[in-house]
C-alpha cells in the first residue's frame, strides 16, 4: 500500500486539497497521511484544524511551527522550527510521496526537510508567478526539490520545464480548486444569507487582501487606499476574510476590524468561511476586491468581476474578468469598482473561459500518486531543452 502524506498549513490550501485528501483516504490501494501545519493550528486563525476534525479525515501528524508575530524574524523562526517538526514527522511515518501545493513558507520548510529522507515530493501549482511576494521566491525552490508536478496551466508547465524537470514528471492537470465548484452542492442565496447575515437587498462584495512581502511598509498605506475606496461605494455589502500569516498581515487585519466596527451596517469579518461557504459566496457575489488567487483561478467560473490590487499576483494568467489596479490609490480602486459591477462589464463575461481547467484536477492527480514509477525519481538530473525550443 503506497503512503501518501498531505500536508497542509492554511484553511484556503486546505480547500484546494480537500478532493485530493478524500480521494486518497478512500482509496483501498494508497493509506493517506495527513500533516497539518501552520495557520491551521493557531487560535489566531481559528484554529482550522476543527474543520479537518469535522471532515473526519485521520490526521496523522501536527506539526506546530507558527510564532504569534508577523515579524521577518518571527517568520524565518517558524521555518526553522517547521523543518525541524517535519523531520520528526517522516522519521515517524516514513511515506513513500508527500503531496504539497502551492508557494508557502511552511511548504518551503516541509520539502526542504525531506530532501535528506529521499522522499519523493509531488508539487501542485508550480511554475506560477507572484511578483509581488516573497512566495515567488518559495515556490521555483519548491519546483526544484520536487520530483513530481503538477501545474494548472501549460504555460507553467512549460515553466517548470525550464527550469530543468524532466517533462515525463510534468502533468498539467488544471486546478484542483476549481473541483469543488463541480462536486459540492453550494448554498442557495437565501441560505447562504441566513449563515453569514447578509442583506438580500444589496449587492455583495468580497474582499480579500494578503500582505504584498517584498515590498517593505506598503501595507498599511494600501490596506488604507483601499477601505478609503470602499467607504466610498455606495450600496454593496462587503464580506471581508482575514488576510494569511505572512509579514505585515497583522496591520491589514487591524484596518478591516476598524471598517468594519465602524460600518456595522455594511459589512462583515470572517477569520475563515470553509470551502463550501466561500464558494457559495463567490457564487452569489456582484464582485470581488483585493489581491488574492482566488480572483484569478476561481472567480472566472463564476463569471465574477475582480478587481485585483498591486503587483502580489502580476505574472499570473488571468482572464477578462479581471481589472488591474496596479498603483493601490483610493479614486483608482474606486473607478475599478464602478467599472466592474457595470452592467457592460458583467455582460461581457457571459461567454467567459476559465483557463485554469475543467474541475477534474483531483481525480488527474489521484491517478497519476497511484500508478508513477517511484524507484529512483528521487535522483533528480536537469533536463536540458533542445536548441530550437528555449
Same mark, same amino acid.
Given at each position: 500500500?503506497?503512503?501518501?502524506?498531505?500536508?497542509?498549513?492554511?484553511?484556503?490550501?486546505?480547500?484546494?486539497?480537500?478532493?485530493?485528501?478524500?480521494?486518497?483516504?478512500?482509496?483501498?490501494?494508497?493509506?493517506?497521511?495527513?500533516?497539518?501545519?501552520?495557520?491551521?493550528?493557531?487560535?489566531?486563525?481559528?484554529?482550522?484544524?476543527?474543520? @479537518?476534525?469535522?471532515?473526519?479525515?485521520?490526521?496523522?501528524?501536527?506539526?506546530?511551527?507558527?510564532?504569534?508575530?508577523?515579524?521577518?524574524?518571527?517568520?524565518?523562526?517558524?521555518?526553522?522550527?517547521?523543518?525541524?517538526?517535519?523531520?520528526?514527522?517522516?522519521?515517524?511515518?516514513?511515506?513513500?510521496?508527500?503531496?504539497?501545493?502551492?508557494?508557502?513558507?511552511?511548504?518551503?520548510?516541509?520539502?526542504?526537510?525531506?530532501?535528506?529522507?529521499?522522499?519523493?515530493?509531488?508539487? =501542485?501549482?508550480?511554475?506560477?508567478?507572484?511578483?509581488?511576494?516573497?512566495?515567488?521566491?518559495?515556490?521555483?525552490?519548491?519546483?526544484?526539490?520536487?520530483?513530481?508536478?503538477?501545474?494548472?496551466?501549460?504555460?507553467?508547465?512549460?515553466?517548470?520545464?525550464?527550469?530543468?524537470?524532466?517533462?515525463?514528471?510534468?502533468?498539467?492537470?488544471?486546478?484542483?480548486?476549481?473541483?469543488? =465548484?463541480? /462536486?459540492?452542492?453550494?448554498?442557495? /442565496?437565501?441560505?447562504?444569507?441566513?449563515?453569514?447575515?447578509?442583506?438580500?437587498?444589496?449587492?455583495?462584495?468580497?474582499?480579500?487582501?494578503?500582505?504584498?512581502?517584498?515590498?517593505?511598509?506598503?501595507?498599511?498605506?494600501?490596506?488604507?487606499?483601499?477601505?478609503?475606496?470602499?467607504?466610498?461605494?455606495?450600496?454593496?455589502?462587503?464580506?471581508?476574510?482575514?488576510?494569511?500569516?505572512?509579514?505585515?498581515?497583522?496591520?491589514?487585519?487591524?484596518?478591516?476590524?476598524?471598517?468594519?466596527?465602524?460600518?456595522?451596517?455594511?459589512?462583515?469579518?470572517?477569520?475563515?468561511?470553509?470551502?463550501?461557504?466561500?464558494?457559495?459566496?463567490?457564487?452569489?457575489?456582484?464582485?470581488?476586491?483585493?489581491?488574492?488567487?482566488?480572483?484569478?483561478?476561481?472567480?472566472?467560473?463564476?463569471?465574477?468581476?475582480?478587481?485585483?490590487?498591486?503587483?502580489?499576483?502580476?505574472?499570473?494568467?488571468?482572464?477578462?474578468?479581471?481589472?488591474?489596479?496596479?498603483?493601490?490609490?483610493?479614486?483608482?480602486?474606486?473607478?475599478?469598482?464602478?467599472?466592474?459591477?457595470?452592467?457592460?462589464?458583467?455582460?461581457?463575461?457571459?461567454?467567459?473561459?476559465?483557463?485554469?481547467?475543467?474541475?477534474?484536477?483531483?481525480?488527474?492527480?489521484?491517478?497519476?500518486?497511484?500508478? @508513477?514509477?517511484?524507484?529512483?525519481?528521487?535522483?533528480?538530473?536537469?533536463?536540458?531543452?533542445?536548441?530550437?525550443?528555449?
Amino acid at each position: 500500500m503506497r503512503k501518501i502524506a498531505v500536508i497542509t498549513g492554511t484553511r484556503a490550501e486546505y480547500g484546494l486539497l480537500y478532493w485530493i485528501i478524500k480521494g486518497t483516504h478512500e482509496d483501498p490501494s494508497l493509506k493517506l497521511q495527513l500533516i497539518v501545519t501552520g495557520m491551521h493550528l493557531s487560535p489566531e486563525f481559528g484554529m482550522t484544524v476543527k474543520e @479537518i476534525e469535522k471532515d473526519k479525515f485521520p490526521i496523522a501528524e501536527k506539526v506546530e511551527m507558527l510564532l504569534s508575530s508577523d515579524t521577518e524574524t518571527a517568520i524565518a523562526a517558524s521555518m526553522g522550527l517547521g523543518m525541524i517538526g517535519f523531520a520528526k514527522a517522516y522519521e515517524r511515518l516514513k511515506p513513500d510521496v508527500i503531496v504539497v501545493l502551492g508557494d508557502r513558507f511552511e511548504i518551503l520548510s516541509a520539502v526542504a526537510a525531506a530532501v535528506p529522507f529521499r522522499i519523493p515530493v509531488a508539487h =501542485i501549482h508550480g511554475g506560477e508567478s507572484t511578483e509581488g511576494a516573497m512566495d515567488e521566491l518559495f515556490r521555483h525552490a519548491i519546483t526544484k526539490m520536487s520530483h513530481i508536478h503538477f501545474p494548472a496551466a501549460k504555460l507553467y508547465a512549460d515553466r517548470i520545464i525550464q527550469m530543468g524537470e524532466s517533462p515525463e514528471n510534468v502533468f498539467c492537470t488544471g486546478a484542483p480548486g476549481l473541483d469543488s =465548484i463541480n /462536486k459540492l452542492k453550494l448554498l442557495s /442565496k437565501e441560505r447562504l444569507s441566513k449563515v453569514l447575515g447578509f442583506p438580500l437587498d444589496k449587492k455583495i462584495g468580497v474582499v480579500t487582501y494578503h500582505p504584498v512581502t517584498l515590498e517593505n511598509n506598503t501595507a498599511e498605506f494600501q490596506v488604507s487606499e483601499l477601505m478609503k475606496a470602499l467607504q466610498e461605494v455606495k450600496g454593496i455589502y462587503w464580506i471581508f476574510t482575514m488576510p494569511n500569516a505572512d509579514t505585515g498581515g497583522r496591520v491589514i487585519a487591524e484596518k478591516i476590524n476598524d471598517f468594519v466596527r465602524d460600518n456595522p451596517d455594511r459589512s462583515k469579518v470572517f477569520v475563515s468561511l470553509g470551502q463550501l461557504r466561500y464558494l457559495s459566496l463567490l457564487k452569489w457575489a456582484d464582485i470581488m476586491v483585493g489581491n488574492s488567487s482566488s480572483g484569478i483561478v476561481e472567480a472566472p467560473s463564476f463569471k465574477l468581476p475582480a478587481v485585483n490590487i498591486g503587483d502580489r499576483q502580476k505574472g499570473r494568467i488571468r482572464v477578462n474578468n479581471v481589472i488591474d489596479v496596479p498603483n493601490a490609490e483610493k479614486e483608482k480602486i474606486k473607478n475599478a469598482i464602478d467599472q466592474a459591477i457595470s452592467k457592460k462589464f458583467r455582460d461581457s463575461l457571459k461567454t467567459l473561459v476559465n483557463s485554469y481547467g475543467d474541475g477534474n484536477a483531483s481525480e488527474k492527480i489521484i491517478k497519476v500518486l497511484k500508478t @508513477i514509477l517511484l524507484t529512483g525519481i528521487a535522483k533528480k538530473w536537469f533536463y536540458e531543452l533542445k536548441k530550437g525550443k528555449e
